[in-house]
Nanobody, 119 residues
Framework: QLQLVESGGGLVQPGGSLRLSCAASGFSMARYGIGWFRQAPGKEREGVSCISRSGGSTNYADSVKGRFTISRDNAKNTVYLQMNSLKPEDTAIYYC????????????WGQGTQVTVSS
């Protein structure tokens, strides 16, 4: 059974950092591009970042450029999202998703992890 599981969310003060993990089971993550998305209460889901199968190509939403970094460790079947300089507007449920392409056409989704940025 193909499964993606996010972890690493929590409550953090503005300006703080969190690292999210997206772990795959039941398939080799190395064969998939991975994306991170988020959805805040009352808002539509938005793409945050994506990374190619090899990790050689990445993309970021303008709202997180310079603050978030996506990376992957295919040996560990895990993709990470390092989030620095967090702002209250980053508060959302964060999801990872897998695609056989890159940055679109996602086939598999995780259940999400909550990130709350508040003092």
């Amino acid at each position: 059974q193909l499964q993606l599981v996010e972890s690493g969310g929590g409550l953090v003060q503005p300006g703080g950092s969190l690292r999210l993990s997206c772990a795959a089971s039941g398939f080799s993550m190395a064969r998939y591009g991975i994306g991170w998305f988020r959805q805040a209460p009352g808002k539509e889901r938005e793409g945050v970042s994506c990374i190619s199968r090899s990790g050689g190509s990445t993309n970021y939403a303008d709202s997180v450029k310079g603050r978030f970094t996506i990376s992957r460790d295919n040996a560990k079947n895990t993709v990470y999202l390092q989030m620095n300089s967090l702002k209250p507007e980053d508060t959302a449920i964060y999801y990872c998703a897998a695609t056989t392409s890159w940055c679109w056409g996602y086939d598999y989704w995780g259940q999400g992890t909550q990130v709350t940025v508040s003092s």
